[in-house]
């Protein structure tokens, strides 16, 4: 095992490879808990309301995986990861030939290629491990906003924990910087949510918006904070305007805030000291 360690920590390029094809997998699965768990989320409110359970299992693993339309159950080898959807199922359901989203595919590809640079930044380690997790996390996150505005506590809680415990040991940043950072963090969105509530009487951002910035303040400690929320609130703006421009979306809809964050964390785990260097550079 240490000869195979050693190899791919001196050849980056071949062990990009095998990572991008251990995430392919992961995407696969990425997809699942990006559907799944928002159902998940409404069975258990409802069943909080009406104090009822249908007694269906569902949850990650069950039931199995099936055409919504025609309840075809998705074989193993019709889930192999892109190659089943272009090659084999050209884009449509085996039984009812209904088109699947473009976006399981995408998913996947996503998951595989962030490794390239996560492996080239990081080397081939536990580092890299650490931060593969907290991408495929993001990815998750992502999604499930745009669909549902919606982060959920049961990926932002754990992300943040994970980020608190992995700097325990310095990994990242101090502890002491973790955990300012993820104070600061949440605090942050919360002031600004209250103020905007307070002038406007409206709400601009949820709860999971504090908490997702409190995990990434987690991760990579207070100092990492206002490249995060420039990097998010700019990128924000400019996709707006942008969509509006195309007729995409209306500057007056609301739009989900947690994907800019997600953006900004991983480019800033990845770049952020590298970014903070340039913007001082240049402001003096």
Not at 32 to 57: C, F, N, S, Y
Not at 179 to 199: D, E, M, P, R
Not at 204 to 213: E, P, Q, S
Request: glycine residues 6%; proline residues 5%.
């Amino acid at each position: 095992m240490q000869l195979y360690i050693e190899y791919f920590s001196q050849h980056l390029f071949a062990a990009s490879i095998i990572v991008a094809l251990f995430s392919l997998m992961v995407g696969s699965f990425l997809n699942v808990v990006i559907h799944r768990l928002p159902v998940m989320m409404q069975r258990e409110w409802d069943a909080q309301i009406t104090g009822e359970d249908d007694g269906d299992k569902y949850n990650l693993v069950k039931p199995d995986s099936q055409c919504p339309k025609c309840q075809h159950r998705i074989t193993w080898y019709e889930n192999i990861p892109v190659l089943s959807y272009f090659l084999l199922l050209r884009g449509k359901c085996a039984g009812c030939k209904t088109p699947i989203s473009i976006r399981y595919p995408l998913v996947e590809i996503l998951s595989a290629l962030i490794s390239f640079p996560i492996v080239f930044t990081f080397g081939f380690n536990e580092i890299t491990l650490y931060v593969l997790i907290f991408s495929w996390i993001l990815i998750a996150l992502t999604f499930i906003d745009l669909d549902h505005f919606l982060l959920p506590d049961k990926l932002t809680l754990p992300l943040l924990w994970i980020g608190l415990l992995l700097n325990t040991q310095n990994t990242f940043v101090s502890l002491d910087s973790a955990v300012y950072g993820a104070a600061f963090g949440y605090l942050c969105l919360w002031s600004i949510y209250w103020a905007f509530k307070l002038i406007t009487g409206k709400e601009g951002m949820g709860y999971g918006d504090f908490k997702l910035l409190a995990a990434l303040g987690a991760w990579m400690g207070i100092t990492a904070l206002p490249i995060i929320i420039l990097l998010s609130s700019i990128s924000a703006v400019i996709i707006a305007l942008v969509l509006a421009a195309l007729k995409k979306q209306q500057l007056d809809k609301p739009i989900p805030f947690g994907p800019y964050l997600t953006i900004a964390g991983f480019i800033s785990l990845l770049w952020g000291n590298d970014l903070t260097q340039l913007y001082l550079n240049l402001l003096l």
